[in-house]
């Protein structure tokens, strides 16, 4: 009893049988085409990771190879199939030594070898060679007699695995080349152009070898010096109809009014002048060493340039009067310069990197440097000396604030340990140089910047948790934590915070570039500024103005909203 064979199993039979008979003959026609040599090279630079893939190419006027040997089964058929085993590499283009798989060239350049002299098949194995969809001709030149000179857009694409070890160009085939009669050649690697509103990259040490690239809006030499003097001592004529009149309510900015390039290096700090007949002018301090006054309210001029640090700038402020500036630095000096005149008053050495400083509100002439240090030192400019040392077991200060009244402040640190509650922020006693509470703030992030509310007694202090938390300004200076400002980013930058001068509104700036402004009785987001590239650092609101701010970033960017 014979058993038949079912269809569908005889079915693939056939298709096994046909696949077999298609790779003997792909066999059979590389022997006779290639030499043993080629072979070995062709199998031992087979790529890692490939899928073979079974296509069938078209193989047309096929007559002879070109050592010599007939195809034999394609004889007496002017067109017939096979069967031809191409690789794609789906993996890293690395042979087994370890070296770089050959690239093949455009498509143009196949058509233009095929035309040689060349010791490879001919061009017809692959069927008919055609450019790429992306071809493109580029104008490289153009000639004295009006012609225009192209040479095709070359596009690199990986070798297959059959050409790997087959293709060899002719000694013949020569690269192209211009007439020698054009002009104004150009290479065919072209540089791309920036796109427009993105600034190329500088590298550090061209920035430092050439400072003065960079343009400012305005400079101090095309500025009289008569003028220079009149705007840091008399009254903004935009300021002027809003002095003697009770402040409405805050704003919230929506237009920028000026953008100026301010510094070099990151900016640090920005203040208006709290003298309202002043308030013209802000203060910038940066890490290029280098502290500014600008005519913030009118034309951005820079009214002053205070160079006397000889390290960064970390940290500036106004004295009360609006006549002097406090400045520290990490060159371990705190320094009052005059505003009008540019000299230095008073200069103090500490032994430690100056990052945060506090002028006394009952008495102007003392003031506080902290830094990297465990300790914060009162200074009086008038004698020069060291009033008072208090000390705590941290590395350093980030922040110091005064509270209402100035008989007690707050001081930040970077303690962040498992103990770290009783150091992150710390009240002190000014006059007795005790610890008033230790116990203000339990979590464990650190707080870069504080600030004093205008007219309720409580304070905010800006945490490395991406929110603003609001304590109370008296004992025991407890944290309200129903209300919490959050939806900005700090990320590690030692972002500043401000209000308005009614206090209605609280304002931050964000890692991301963008100001927040916040309501400050329910904590709700009432705008987002997209106000920078890079991070914001500082936003101060303007004391007169409504609805004028000023921001800075990382880049040393400053900008004038309102």
């Not at 300021?239 to 301010?262: D, E, H, I, K």
């Not at 464990?444 to 929110?467: E, I, K, M, W």
């Amino acid at each position: 009893m014979s058993t038949a064979v079912k269809p569908h199993r005889r079915r693939r039979h056939q298709t096994f049988l046909a696949g077999r008979i298609g790779y003997m003959h792909l066999l059979y026609f590389l022997l006779k085409t290639t030499s043993l040599n080629r072979l070995k090279n062709l199998g031992r630079s087979r790529p890692r990771g490939v899928s073979w893939m079974i296509l069938i190419v078209t193989a047309r006027n096929v007559e002879r190879n070109r050592c010599g040997c007939e195809s034999e089964f394609l004889q007496g058929s002017g067109e017939r199939t096979m069967t031809s085993l191409v690789a794609y590499d789906d993996s890293d283009q690395e042979d087994d030594d370890g070296a770089l798989s050959p690239l093949a060239n455009c498509p143009m350049d196949d058509i233009r070898q095929s035309q040689g002299n060349q010791k490879w098949l001919d061009s017809n194995f692959y069927g008919p060679l055609l450019p790429s969809p992306h071809y493109k001709q580029l104008e490289i030149g153009q000639c004295g007699d009006g012609r225009t000179v192209s040479e095709p857009h070359r596009e690199i694409y990986p070798l297959p695995l059959g050409l790997s070890g087959i293709v060899e160009n002719s000694s013949s085939s020569k690269p192209y080349s211009a007439p020698q009669s054009c002009v104004n050649l150009t290479t065919a690697k072209r540089h791309q152009a920036a796109p427009p509103g993105v600034s190329p990259y500088i590298p550090k040490r061209q920035r430092l070898a050439a400072p003065g690239k960079r343009e400012e809006p305005t400079s101090l030499e095309t500025t009289d010096k008569s003028t220079v003097s009149r705007l840091l001592t008399e009254v903004s004529e935009r300021v002027r109809p809003y002095l003697g009149t009770r402040p409405g309510r805050a704003a919230v900015p929506r237009c920028m009014q000026l953008s100026l390039q301010a510094h070099q290096a990151p900016i640090n700090v920005i203040q208006w002048c709290p003298v309202p007949q002043l308030s013209h002018l802000l203060l910038s301090a940066s890490m290029d060493k280098t502290v500014k006054i600008w005519d913030g309210a009118e034309s951005g001029q820079c009214l002053q340039v205070y160079s006397s640090h000889s390290g960064a700038v970390r940290d500036a402020c106004w004295s009360p009067c609006g006549r002097r500036l406090l400045t520290g630095s990490f060159d371990n000096t705190a320094m009052v310069t005059d505003v009008e005149t540019g000299q230095q008053i008073v200069k103090v050495g500490n032994q430690f990197k100056v990052m945060c400083l506090a002028v006394q509100p009952d008495d102007p002439e003392v003031f506080l440097c902290g830094g990297y240090s465990s300790e914060v030192k009162a200074w009086d400019a008038r004698t020069c000396k060291v009033e008072r040392v208090y000390r705590a077991r941290i590395q350093q200060t980030l922040a110091i604030l005064f509270l209402t009244g100035g008989r007690e402040f707050v001081t930040s640190s970077d303690s962040v340990s498992r103990d770290s509650a009783e150091r992150t922020l710390i009240a002190w006693d000014f006059q007795t140089t005790a610890k008033v509470s230790n116990q203000i703030y339990h979590e464990r992030y650190t707080c870069p910047s504080l600030a004093l509310h205008p007219q309720q007694d409580s304070f905010v202090a800006q945490s490395n948790g991406n929110y603003m938390a609001l304590f109370s300004a008296q004992r025991p200076y407890r944290m309200n934590k129903r209300r919490r400002y959050d939806g900005h980013k700090v990320e590690g930058y030692a972002v500043r915070c401000g209000f308005s001068p009614d206090g209605s509104i609280l304002a931050t700036g964000s890692s991301t570039g963008s100001v927040h402004f916040y309501d400050q009785q329910s904590a709700r987001t009432l705008h987002t500024l997209l106000a920078h590239q890079q991070a914001c650092m500082c936003v101060s609101l303007h004391p007169v103005l409504p609805a004028v701010v000023a921001t800075c970033d990382w880049g040393g960017e400053l900008r004038i909203w309102q």
